[in-house]
């Protein structure tokens, strides 16, 4: 990326195609997309880039094995497709990872119908390692005994355990990383992005967009940036953009948020794949307890969110302790308590029975919302749902706020070289270190502290190793 006072002169001095709000995946994903396809695009973020859903997410880049079970193949699909686009694009960041599910008889999850299944998802999947390297391929499923799934994970509950299928899916060893490496590739291809520019007003001219007013949280003075298309990446953002600018009320889905978060335990991993386990043995919930950096991942949990503000959604002690209460239950022997917990990873996800009656249920489909009936031609929403579709979410907006017409995709636009780390371990020598911050600082606009240790790297993610590094780093920042 540029310097960020080259970023903000750029976007207070050119016209663009099309102006995307939210740095998260979704923005960067449609950023990139429109990029690579020769936009003028550019990008504003209200706080630090990937800082919210896209940082909180499980980590796991899912191929569609789920969709089998209602037979949805377009789904499934599309799936298969976005995980290889990934695991091909970014090797650095993602790899195989195996996947266990015990089964005990109830419902489909029985091992003669999840042989079935998997044996059908490696058939319809068999493009799933084209162009991979083989470090990057994805093996076939497998149905495994009851002695076989207890010898790889003794924290399996025995009783009634039939055996269990074993499947794999991609894994994001770094997605904050990834993010920033999505940057790179679309600012590369001519997309200016800009954090910590807050999005204040959708400018509009006989019910048309005709640019987006912007504060810079940083300056704190005001920029117009002028476009006719507006993508909203940001979900509730929209809602309040459309209020300040005089438009119609906006579409209710927008204010229906659910609460969905994830933990990051003091404890090992039960086992070296990501085992999928319900306190009802296969009803109910379903978590998946994650290998990651030497660590216990567990998620994930939701519930509706009622609170109102969407600033910095976090559960509650009562959530925690019930999701631990269930994650002991389902499995034996952890004995996981709010000690053990390091980090909450949490946000707010779209949701399809929020509110105070509702169950929490989350949205399994993106929402694409064209404003242009609520007076604002040229203003979209995307709601998106996963990380792992996230680029396939992006052609398809991008698609709709072209007119149908999607641009086609220009060979000059390939990603540039990746650059090179660490990004998981912060360097012990001061002169490696030092050069490492001010290098990020320089080029990745870090404005603060976490945006370095939490969102450039994975150094501070453990709070402990942060609270050690800082000291070094404010001192190689000049802080």
Known sequence: MMRRSEQRDQLATQHFDLAVVGGGISGVAVALEAARRGQRVALVERDDFGQHCSFNSLRILHGGLRYLQSLDLPRFFESVRERRWFMQNFPECCQPLEC????????LKRPAILRAAVALNDTLSWRRNAEL??????????????????????????????????WHDGQMTNPSRLLIEMLHWATHAGATCLNYAQATE???????????????????????????????????????????????????????????????????????????????????RMYFLTPWHNRLMVGTFHRPWTQGSTASPQPTAADIALF??????????????????????????????????GDGETAHRATVIDHAPLGAKGLWTLQAVKYTTAMAEARRVLRRA????????????????????????????????????????AEEAVLHLDDLLLRRTDWGVVPADARALAPAVLTALGW
Not at 142 to 151: D, G, I, N, P
């Open 202 to 284: 959708v400018q509009l001219q006989d019910g048309r967009v005709v640019g987006l007013k912007v504060t810079d949280s940083h300056t704190h003075d005001s920029l117009t940036i002028k476009t006719d298309r507006i993508i909203n990446c940001a979900g509730q953002w929209a809602a309040r953009a459309l209020h300040q600018a005089d438009a119609p009320d906006p579409p209710s889905e927008l204010e229906q948020p659910a609460l969905a978060f994830n933990l990051l335990l003091d404890l090992p991993a039960i086992s070296h794949a990501a085992v999928a386990l319900s306190p009802g043995r296969g009803q109910g």
């Open 324 to 357: 631990l209460e269930e994650l002991n239950t389902s499995t034996p022997g952890l004995n996981a308590t709010t000690d053990h917990v390091l980090r909450v990873w949490s946000g707010l996800i779209p949701a399809r029975h929020p509110g105070p009656e």
């Open 100 to 107: 266990l599910m015990p089964l005990y008889g109830h419902g």
């Open 133 to 166: 390297p083989e470090a990057q391929h994805i093996p076939r499923g497998k149905v495994l005994s009851a002695s076989a799934t207890r010898a790889q994970c003794q924290h399996v509950p025995p009783q009634g355990l039939r055996g269990a299928v074993r």
């Open 402 to 441: 072209c007119e149908g017409r999607l641009p086609t995709l220009l060979e000059n636009k390939q990603r540039p070289t990746p650059h090179e780390g660490p990004w998981d371990t912060a360097p012990t020598d001061t002169v490696q270190l030092t050069d490492a911050v001010q290098r990020l600082h």
